[in-house]
């Protein structure tokens, strides 16, 4: 079992399969950008297989695929069908444009819920945030997710004066479909032009939400980085992810694995631990597992506490969001 100095236990990991993604949104990655990781320093699929098999014999019981984008890696389907092998809850999170082409294979793998982003429910503004023009085939994409029986969970990430104005329409979305939205908040990474007046934050999204519905607070699972509320006679559901104002690191059972093989013990953390060239020296990767898991601070990497409004964007140390896995 891996516990931090917090007596936290780790037990869910996420895995970026490639820095590489098909869409260009605004708050991620540059229009651009064109450093991505040479194929030889990403895990390969047999090297995610085995320390992913390393994380579940230490207490690994959920594990998510993350990135750039999962699925426009070519062995996706490949590395999703080797971890299915393991007694862990395996889901992903995805941009949705390929969502299509892996139905079968999220079967054949046991996933039954995955996450899809849409920051906005308009065409135009979908183009204006990920500067490419596939709102209607994600779209598509969700209603056939959902059609085919899977639990979809749709992420937002809501900035000021773009796609604030929408919070209503989301939550009207799920008076109809049993789509569970998930409003992020704008999270500060290098490059992404971060600013805390462009977070709408966890009470102003409440407040937003409580003028057109009624809603109840559902009682969190274990872990949950989402508060989520029922609106009354809905389908679905929505949560909030008030990761700026109002933290739940206290509980965090959270570890990241990024495509070129580093482990991060917080999605804020600047330290991480070379798990991959480790594996291929044929060391013992275990002790660096827990050594990172050990290293961890209490909230946010140790690079900004308290108010949100006071975080000082230059002064964070990290990779671009690209770069680690969301
Ligand atoms: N390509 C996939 C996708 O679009 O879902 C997976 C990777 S993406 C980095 C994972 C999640 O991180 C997405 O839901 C995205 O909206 C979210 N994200 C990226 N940058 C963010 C930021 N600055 N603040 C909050 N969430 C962010």
Not at 29 to 58: C, N
Not at 158 to 183: A, S, Y
Not at 251 to 270: E, I, P, V
Request: proline share 3%.
């Amino acid at each position: 079992m891996l516990k931090d100095s917090f007596n936290r236990v780790h037990d869910y990991l996420r895995i970026s399969l490639t820095d590489v993604c098909n869409l260009r949104c605004q708050y991620c990655i540059y229009e651009e950008h064109t450093s991505f990781m040479p194929p030889h320093q990403l895990m390969q699929a047999d090297e995610i297989d085995e320390i992913a098999k390393v994380f579940v014999k230490l207490g690994v019981k959920k594990i998510r695929l993350t990135g750039g984008e999962p699925l426009v890696r070519k062995d996706a389907e490949d590395i999703i069908l080797k971890l299915s092998k393991y007694p862990v809850k395996l889901t992903l999170t995805t941009n949705g444009v390929f969502a299509d082409k892996f139905i079968d294979t999220f079967k054949r793998a046991g996933i039954n819920s995955v996450n899809v982003s849409l920051d906005t429910l308009n065409s135009d503004k979908y183009l204006h945030i990920t500067r490419r023009n596939v709102f209607a085939v994600v779209w598509n994409n969700i209603q056939l997710l959902m059609q085919e029986g899977f639990h979809v969970k749709m992420n937002v990430v809501l900035m000021r004066g773009v796609n604030d104005m929408e919070i209503l329409d989301f939550i009207e979305l799920t008076k109809e479909h049993p789509v569970h939205v998930r409003f992020i908040e704008f999270m500060p990474f290098e490059g992404n032009e971060w600013s805390e007046g462009k977070v709408i934050s966890y009470n102003e999204i409440l407040e937003n939400a409580g003028e057109d519905y009624s809603f109840i607070r559902i009682a969190d699972e274990k872990n949950d980085t989402a508060k989520t509320f029922k609106p009354l006679n809905h389908e679905g559901t929505f949560s909030v992810i008030s990761t700026m104002s109002a933290p739940f690191c206290g509980n965090c059972n959270r570890m990241r694995l990024t495509a070129d093989g580093k482990m991060k013990n917080c999605l804020f953390s600047n330290g991480e631990a070379d798990i991959l060239s480790a594996l291929r020296n044929a060391e013992n990767i275990i002790p660096l597992i827990e050594e990172c898991v050990k290293s961890k601070a209490h909230s946010h990497g140790g690079q900004f506490n308290g108010e949100y409004k006071a975080v000082d964007p230059s002064r964070i140390v990290n990779r671009k969001m690209i770069n680690i896995g969301g």
